[in-house]
């Protein structure tokens, strides 16, 4: 069973403070989910219930796995550099990235005492200036930063020195989405114009470009996470056919399979962080979560929100999956169903196998298996005659009907 149980609403009308995006924060130098974690949401300016003033800033909650529970904001800070329009969430939790229309600016996670976000004193020079951002992220180690202009131009930085390693000013008209791979060596990137293309980081030359079909438009893109598939997903919309999410191979960039998941177009995507699962959002504002072995939908939240969804992000252990609505909702969505690890199944079936020794070797070296079988064992057994006793003698029915 799987239902949507919380949910952040920030706006009652077209007044109201905008929510432009939202992020799982994880403690610093936290790996796992629970017993609890912190979200950091962005708003931006209007007007509350009261019609107070509801400055641009950074919100943040916490979310109780246990409780099934998301609670009202526990610290805001204002952002003053104007709306905010994307974050990015360290991967250790050392901070939360802010990008606004034509600057950067970073958040300090401090979680001694009641959670809180405080302005870096990091001035981020290389980051300012670069204008508006339609996507920013982290690698997995947190090592490299990558960003994606409305200007189409791609930038990977080291992090946190922002030395500029790969720099494309024309990698398209606008970026749409970009990822970068679990090793960190490949960058991919989606556009209307270009399809999807590949960059080799270290290199920084192009080493693939993934065209899309005469009616079909790619949209977002994810690489695989498990460390033994090495994947590209890619979503796509074909003309009056839905969403679909294609698969390509690494090694020779070969188109390995497609599915549609969707009946409507797929407007974000997100993956798990062991790379079992990806996450789709779609435009009538449905999520579901797929199993990447058999490409099919594991769970699904039905109308999640009103309008599409506009970002997707696990949590660490993916018990839960975020996500954000464009009519100013963020949700999460709780995925229940146990699942059994190979390790526990071998754990049982092995202790299984010991009880059931166990238990024979007890029943045999009790007095209960003489019993059982009603025939005397060892020592207690008469000694048989040996045959020239009885064949050798006349008289042998006789001697054998002593003996016995």
């Given at each position: 069973?799987?239902?949507?149980?919380?949910?952040?609403?920030?706006?009652?009308?077209?007044?109201?403070?905008?929510?432009?995006?939202?992020a799982w924060?994880?403690?610093?130098?936290?790996?796992?989910?629970?017993p609890?974690?912190?979200?950091?949401?962005?708003?931006?300016?209007?007007?509350d219930?009261?019609?107070?003033d509801?400055?641009n800033?950074l919100?943040?909650?916490?979310?109780?796995?246990?409780?099934?529970?998301?609670?009202?904001?526990?610290?805001?800070?204002?952002?003053?550099?104007?709306?905010?329009?994307?974050?990015?969430?360290?991967p250790?939790?050392?901070?939360?990235?802010?990008?606004?229309?034509?600057s950067f600016?970073?958040f300090?996670i401090?979680?001694?005492?009641?959670?809180?976000?405080?302005?870096?004193?990091?001035?981020?020079?290389?980051?300012?200036?670069?204008?508006?951002?339609?996507?920013i992220?982290f690698d997995r180690?947190?090592?490299?930063?990558?960003t994606?202009?409305k200007?189409?131009?791609?930038?990977?930085?080291q992090?946190?020195?922002?030395?500029?390693?790969?720099d494309?000013?024309?990698?398209?008209?606008?970026?749409?989405?970009?990822?970068?791979?679990?090793?960190?060596?490949?960058?991919?990137?989606t556009?209307?114009d270009k399809?999807?293309?590949?960059?080799?980081?270290?290199?920084?030359?192009?080493?693939?470009?993934?065209?899309?079909?005469?009616?079909?438009?790619?949209?977002?893109?994810?690489?695989?996470?498990?460390?033994k598939?090495?994947?590209?997903f890619?979503?796509?919309?074909?003309?009056?056919?839905g969403?679909?999410?294609?698969?390509w191979?690494?090694?020779?960039?070969s188109?390995?399979?497609?599915?549609k998941?969707s009946a409507?177009?797929?407007?974000?995507?997100?993956v798990?962080?062991?790379?079992?699962?990806?996450?789709?959002g779609?435009?009538?504002?449905?999520v579901?979560?797929?199993?990447?072995?058999?490409?099919?939908?594991?769970?699904?939240?039905?109308?999640?929100?009103?309008?599409?969804v506009?970002?997707?992000?696990?949590?660490?252990?993916?018990?839960?999956?975020l996500?954000?609505g464009?009519?100013?909702?963020?949700?999460?969505n709780?995925?229940?169903?146990?699942?059994?690890k190979?390790?526990?199944?071998?754990?049982?079936?092995?202790i299984?196998?010991?009880?059931?020794?166990?238990?024979?070797?007890?029943f045999?070296?009790?007095?209960?298996?003489?019993?059982?079988?009603?025939?005397?064992m060892?020592?207690?057994?008469?000694?048989?005659?040996p045959?020239?006793?009885?064949?050798?003698?006349?008289?042998?029915?006789n001697?054998?009907?002593?003996?016995?």
């Open positions: 069973m799987s239902r949507r149980v919380s949910y952040l609403r920030s706006t009652r009308n077209e007044e109201e403070a905008a929510l432009t995006c939202a924060a994880p403690r610093p130098a936290s790996d796992r989910d629970g609890s974690s912190l979200l950091v949401f962005a708003r931006g300016s209007g007007k219930g009261n019609n107070s509801v400055l800033g919100h943040v909650a916490e979310y109780d796995f246990d409780k099934d529970n998301l609670s009202d904001t526990i610290c805001a800070v204002n952002t003053e550099d104007g709306i905010p329009l994307r974050i990015a969430v360290h250790k939790g050392d901070g939360v990235l802010c990008s606004f229309s034509n600016k970073l300090d401090q979680t001694v005492g009641s959670a809180r976000l405080k302005a870096s004193d990091s001035q981020l020079s290389p980051l300012q200036g670069i204008g508006m951002q339609n996507c992220t180690d947190g090592l490299l930063l990558a994606g202009g200007d189409g131009h791609v930038r990977v930085f992090w946190p020195s922002l030395v500029l390693i790969l494309e000013p024309k990698a398209s008209k606008s970026i749409q989405d970009l990822d970068i791979s679990l090793d960190s060596a490949y960058l991919a990137a556009s209307e399809g999807c293309r590949v960059w080799e980081i270290t290199t920084v030359k192009v080493v693939a470009d993934l065209i899309p079909g005469k009616e079909e438009k790619f949209s977002y893109c994810r690489f695989s996470r498990d460390g598939l090495p994947f590209l890619v979503s796509s919309t074909e003309s009056k056919k969403g679909a999410v294609g698969v191979d690494l090694s020779d960039w188109k390995v399979g497609y599915k998941l409507f177009p797929i407007s974000s995507l997100a798990t962080r062991d790379g079992k699962y990806i996450g789709i779609n435009s009538k504002g449905d579901a979560v797929v199993n990447v072995k058999s490409m099919a939908v594991y769970r699904r939240f039905g109308s999640a929100h009103v309008a599409p506009t970002a997707l992000e696990f949590s660490k252990q993916r018990r839960a999956l996500s954000v464009a009519e100013s909702t963020a949700h999460v709780v995925i229940e169903k146990w699942e059994w190979d390790w526990q199944l071998y754990s049982i079936v092995l299984l196998i010991l009880f059931s020794a166990l238990l024979f070797w007890l045999f070296e009790s007095t209960m298996s003489d019993d059982f079988w009603q025939f005397p060892g020592r207690s057994q008469p000694a048989h005659p045959p020239e006793a009885i064949w050798g003698n006349p008289n042998w029915e001697a054998a009907g002593k003996e016995l």
